[in-house]
């Protein structure tokens, strides 16, 4: 089965899925399931990153969202991407 475009009816952006959905008008992804949306705080629970210098606390705001990843402007000037299958954030 080939991957079939699915549309978040929040975010209104474009994942792909190789599952099927029963209702295309209602799917929601899990970053806004989560409220992860541009311009939200954020509060850094994990990072799967073994090189970045953020700890588990460290904040920031959400200044872009795709597909792939979530950009950040962490308070202690890193700018390391999250990507949600692999790092934990949450909104405060
Ligand atoms: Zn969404």
């Keep these: 089965m080939t ?3 699915i549309i978040c009816v929040e975010c209104k952006i474009i994942f792909f899925s190789n ?3 029963k209702n295309y008008n209602s799917f ?4 806004c ?12 629970i994990y990072t799967n990153d073994p090189y970045t210098e953020l700890k588990k606390g460290d904040m920031g ?4 969202i795709n ?11 890193s700018r390391l991407m999250m990507i949600p299958d692999l790092d934990i954030i949450e909104v405060v």
């Design 67 to 77: 597909k792939i990843q979530i950009s950040i402007n962490w308070d202690s000037g």
């Design 3 to 5: 991957d079939q475009e």
């Design 28 to 31: 929601v992804c899990d970053n």
């Design 19 to 21: 599952k099927p959905f």
């Design 61 to 64: 705001i959400i200044t872009d």
């Design 33 to 44: 399931k989560l409220n992860l949306k541009i311009g939200n705080r954020i509060k850094l």
